[in-house]
Structures are given as structure tokens and as C-alpha cells.
């Protein structure tokens, strides 16, 4: 069985993959060759998203036929047939995203027959991304609605296991603008004491969802801490929720003290110009805003609804730009 932090290392490895089917197909694989640098016998995941990254839809084909004769169907191979979901969605390919999609939801439960979900990484990676298929197909053909309650029964079925935030990113993403935000958990912090965002009801919000271990966070610390000086005379707070993982970067199994001294280190080292920032440390903020995806920004507006949601990292002046909607 995978640890934590192995989880955790396919979930953003996944995050940048996903990313990069919104690059221009030469860029892609120029970028999966240089950032990945994967072996010449790469396993079956990572051999379907090369292929796919180069437009290699029978290549991909083989890849899984071969992989399928020689192992039967199991969590591995399910994670890199939903890339071919992914793939044909990118491409509006809609129908066969959508078939592809229900195949690797119906084996995925076929194997939940045996074993749980949350028993190895790759399958809930298959599952979590089937439905997710699914739902934005459903909203690319206009049937929102069917969106929403596709997303809300997985929810019941799955709220318990590690796709939740994933599925709530993707309900969120449908319906969570022009809603308060919903109240964050403030058991355990660092910096500054939280407030509750009903206190900061008439002041523009920033959620600024960060992980210990992403890389793409780091980035965005500077983003975030250049436009909060600029926004603060506007009123613009900035609330930082992160959360434990059971890992550092030393420590393969990390007890909650250790692990939230670590993200103090991380903190102080990385995020120097955001020290006074309230540090909220709850899974349930994460399951709660889906951030599946770090980092997650999502913006409040005066009265403390939802203005904009995004999972991922967004350049300055995007940000800045969302942020302009909020102060006035």
C-alpha cells in the first residue's frame, strides 16, 4: 500500500499532467520529456499520458491492450485508461470521453467488489477522475443540472474517501459562486488567530489553500503576498488554510506535532512575506472547498460570497484582475 506522501506525489503529478492537455501538442511533449524525464520502461500510467501527449490515441490503445493481457484489469491500469476519458475530452471529443468514462467507472466498481477504495492510490485516481469526466461532459452538452446531481450522489456514495474534495472541487466549481462561503475550521493554527469570515463580512477575502509539499504554492507566495500589499488599503484579507498530510520530507510517518512544526518551517522559509497570515490547519476546510488541487484561490466578496474559484496556480495579473472585481 502506497503512504501518504506517495499519494500525495501522484495527486499533484496528476494536477500537472492535466494541465499540460491545455498545451499546444508540441509543448506538451517537450515539457513531459524534460520535467518528467520518465525511464525507458515507465509504467503503464505514464506510458498512456506520453502517448496522448503526442496525439497517440492507438499507441495509448496498445499500450493498455498489452498491459491487459499481461495483468488483468486492476487499479493501475484502470488510472491509465481514464486518461483516455481526459484525452478525448480535451480534444470535445464528448461522446467517446463520456464512453470511455463509463467503462472505467463501471470496472472501477466492479473492483470495489473486492477491496476498498483508499486500498492503493490508483484506483480512487480512476474513479475520481470517471466522475469527473462524466460531469464535464454533461455541462459541455448543456445539462448542468444533471452535472450537479451526478456530483452530489457521488458525494454520498464517496464522502467518506479520499476522492471527496476532488468531487466537491468539481460541485464547486458549478455551484459554489454567489454562495457565502462556507465557515472554515479554526481548532488549530499558525500566525495570527483566524478570524471567522462572518467577522470579515465588508472586507474582500483571498482563501489561499497551500500544501506543505507544493511546489506550485511557493510560487504563487510571492503572488499573493505582492498583491495583498497592494489591495490591503482596499480592504482585501488574506486567509491561508493548509492542512496535515501524515508526512514531511524527512519523515515517511509524521505524528501531528512533528508534521505541524515541519509546515512552520516550510512556512517561515517560503512564505516569509505572508508570516502574519491566518494559517487554519483542518482537512475538513479542504473537503469542504474541494482543494483537491493546490494551490486553490478563491475570492469572497464584500458580503462574503464566492466571487471566483479557481484550483491551480494563476499568474499576477490574473489574479490581480479578480481582485479588482472584489475591492470596489
Not at 29 to 35: H, S, Y
Not at 175 to 193: I, N, V
Not at 263 to 270: L, S
Not at 307 to 327: F, N, R, T
Request: charged share 20%; proline share 5%.
Amino acid at each position: 500500500m502506497k503512504s501518504n506522501r506517495e499519494l500525495a506525489t501522484f495527486g499533484r503529478n496528476l494536477h500537472h499532467f492535466s494541465m499540460l492537455f491545455h498545451m499546444k501538442p508540441r509543448l506538451r511533449v517537450l515539457v513531459i520529456l524534460l520535467a518528467f524525464a520518465v525511464p525507458a520502461r515507465a509504467g503503464i500510467v505514464e506510458d498512456v499520458r506520453i502517448a496522448l501527449a503526442q496525439n497517440r490515441f492507438s499507441a495509448a490503445q496498445a499500450d493498455l491492450d498489452s498491459y491487459r493481457a499481461s495483468n488483468g484489469i486492476n487499479g493501475e491500469y484502470l488510472e491509465a485508461y481514464s486518461w483516455m476519458g481526459r484525452a478525448s475530452l480535451d480534444e470535445s471529443q464528448y461522446e467517446q470521453a463520456a464512453a470511455y468514462a463509463k467503462q472505467t467507472r463501471e470496472l472501477a466498481v466492479e473492483q470495489l467488489k473486492l477491496r476498498k477504495l483508499d486500498a492503493e492510490p490508483h484506483l480512487p485516481l480512476a474513479l475520481g477522475a470517471a466522475i469527473e469526466i462524466q460531469a464535464q461532459v454533461l455541462v459541455a452538452q448543456g445539462r448542468r443540472t444533471q452535472a450537479v446531481t451526478l456530483l452530489q450522489t457521488a458525494l454520498r456514495t464517496y464522502g467518506n474517501t479520499s476522492i471527496r474534495a476532488r468531487l466537491q472541487k468539481n460541485l464547486n466549481l458549478l455551484s459554489l459562486w454567489g454562495r457565502l462561503g462556507p465557515a472554515l475550521r479554526s481548532d488549530e493554527y499558525l500566525g495570527a488567530k483566524p478570524p471567522t469570515l462572518a467577522q470579515l463580512r465588508g472586507s474582500p477575502v483571498l482563501l489561499f489553500f497551500w500544501a506543505h509539499w507544493c511546489v506550485d504554492c511557493k510560487g504563487e507566495a510571492p503572488i499573493v503576498t505582492a498583491l495583498r500589499s497592494e489591495f490591503a488599503p482596499r480592504g482585501l484579507k488574506v486567509i491561508g488554510p493548509t492542512r496535515l498530510y501524515g508526512y514531511t520530507a524527512q519523515i515517511e510517518h509524521a505524528s501531528p506535532s512533528m508534521e505541524l512544526a515541519y509546515i512552520d518551517a516550510v512556512r517561515h522559509r517560503f512564505y516569509s512575506g505572508l508570516l502574519d497570515m491566518p494559517v487554519p490547519i483542518s482537512t475538513y476546510n479542504f473537503d469542504t472547498y474541494g482543494a483537491s488541487t493546490t494551490p486553490t484561490l478563491v475570492l469572497l466578496d464584500r458580503a462574503g460570497k464566492v466571487a471566483w474559484y479557481h484550483p491551480g496556480a494563476v499568474p499576477y495579473e490574473e489574479l490581480k484582475a479578480e481582485i479588482e472585481k472584489v475591492v470596489r
